[in-house]
């Protein structure tokens, strides 16, 4: 596709219940990443891939946090058991090779609540 | 860690004025910074990189070292300028962002 693609755009989820957000990155991408935004704050910094291997995943915020990507296509954001702190924005973010220098072009989010 | 400090909020103006986002960052080497924008209802987009030294929709960003800042200016705002501001550092070769806060900024008729 043309952007950033992710779903679902809004998920309501129980408390306990496990959630998968999915990415589908621009075609030649190398580079993925994820991000969190909960309400009034900034852009927290999840986990990195570069094709399918993540360099850094130290954004996670608990083992309850895990990511996956195929090659250089879709990722799924997993969130086990979730907890009412896991509500926010989650963004997905791709780039040309593994440069900030290209700038990142970003997903419409998927907004979680955690009711 | 580096870390991206916007200190507003909330930056309202009227037409015509001039507008400073600031922006001050914390990192012992040299960093690359970004400014991000994201308009209502769209998605968080690129508006301009230091590196590159341009000028997008009349907003500049100069990078000074010493005061460790990366302020966004524009001499006379626009009400389509109305958005959110997101200040970025990448570190020298390592790819991923740290992004501040952010500011948002109305630009009033």
């Known amino acids: 596709g043309a952007g950033v693609s992710q779903s679902p755009s809004n998920k309501v989820t129980e408390k306990g219940k496990d959630v998968e957000l999915r990415c589908d990155p621009i075609?030649?991408?190398?580079?993925l990443y994820w991000y969190r935004q909960r309400l009034g704050q900034g852009l927290e910094f999840l986990i990195y891939f570069q094709g399918n291997s993540a360099p850094d995943k130290s954004g996670l915020p608990s083992d309850r946090f895990s990511a996956e990507r195929t090659g250089e296509s879709v990722s799924t954001l997993t969130i086990q058991r979730t907890q009412q702190e896991d509500s926010a924005v989650y963004l997905c973010a791709s780039s040309l090779a593994g440069g900030a220098n290209y700038g990142y072009t970003f997903g419409s989010g998927t907004r979680l609540t955690v009711v | 860690a580096q870390r991206v400090t916007q200190p507003e909020k909330l930056l309202s103006v009227f037409k015509g004025a001039p507008v400073e986002l600031k922006c001050n960052y914390s990192y012992s080497g040299s960093p690359e910074l970004f400014w991000y924008v994201q308009y209502s209802r769209q998605r968080l987009q690129l508006l301009l990189r230091h590196i590159s030294r341009e000028s997008i929709k009349g907003f500049t960003a100069d990078l000074n070292k010493g005061e460790t800042s990366f302020h966004l200016k524009k001499p006379f705002a626009q009400e389509e300028d109305s958005a959110m501001y997101y200040c970025?550092?990448?570190?020298?070769?390592?790819?991923?962002?740290?992004f501040g806060k952010g500011t948002m900024l109305l630009v009033s008729p």
């Open positions: 075609s030649g991408h190398t580079a």
């Open positions: 970025a550092l990448s570190i020298s070769g390592y790819s991923t962002l740290t």
